[in-house]
């Protein structure tokens, strides 16, 4: 059981907006930055997001990221179905002093 | 490009050791941190170890704490992994990631190890 809480699934239509949340303690996202993966099936993560808001170049400006407090939210809107993937979140815990990831999120575009 | 290719993976018997390398192009090898993340089949990503630029500060997740080492090679741009003790539930695919201050911005397609009697 992962310390950083993702729901197991979401979905949405093609076009539409989702968000996946994750979230935490004060210890790790309230305190560090946040960053998101996005695993499309039998490929490597790749970095959507990253210091919580910021997006590498390449990455599409449908995906967004957000932090409030110890919670994250990861945003894509103009939902596609190549979009269809698992998400992860992940952030430094400054208490214990390593890498956290959240349990995933399956994305479904129906 | 940068390129993380990683290798050394493959089936060991539990009690084995194995260590797994990752070969680094594209970049400046020697001013990244550099990071192993984990996936067992069906799960979600598991944060292994990371090491700084010098291979001097390092960071273990307590699963693998006193089992493996991470080290690097600047002058080879190679990240290694070595894994003693290996046990069923250290199978997985495994990843070398470049590590920036707010994520793993660069990947590695991962090599799996499946540890089994």
């Known amino acids: 059981q992962s310390v950083l809480t993702q729901p197991p699934s979401v979905s949405a239509a093609p076009g539409q907006k989702v968000t996946i949340s994750c979230s935490g303690s004060?210890?790790?996202?309230?305190?560090?930055?946040v960053s998101w993966y996005q695993q499309l099936p039998g490929t490597a993560p790749k970095l959507l997001i990253y210091d919580n808001s910021k997006r590498p170049s390449g990455i599409p400006d449908r995906f967004s990221g957000s932090k409030s407090g110890t919670s994250a939210t990861l945003g894509i809107t103009g939902l596609q179905t190549g979009d269809e993937a698992d998400y992860y979140c992940g952030t430094w815990d400054s208490s214990l002093s390593v890498v956290m990831f959240g349990g995933g999120t399956k994305l479904t575009v129906l | 490009q940068v390129q993380l290719v990683e290798s050394g993976g493959g089936l060991v018997k539990p009690g084995e050791s194995l260590t797994l390398s990752c070969a680094a192009s594209?970049?400046?090898?020697?001013?990244?941190?550099m990071s192993w993340i984990r996936q067992a089949p069906g799960k979600g990503l598991e944060w292994v170890s990371y090491?700084?630029?010098?291979?001097?500060?390092?960071r273990y997740a307590d699963s693998v704490k006193g089992r493996f080492t991470i080290s690097r090679d600047n002058a080879k741009n190679s990240l290694y992994l070595q894994m003693n003790s290996l046990r069923a539930e250290d199978t997985a695919v495994y990843y070398c990631a470049r590590r920036i201050e707010g994520g793993d911005d660069y990947w590695g397609q991962g090599t799996l190890v499946t540890v089994s009697s």
């Open positions: 004060s210890s790790n996202i309230g305190n560090n930055y």
């Open positions: 594209g970049f400046t090898f020697s001013d990244y941190y």
């Open positions: 090491i700084g630029s010098s291979g001097t500060y390092t």
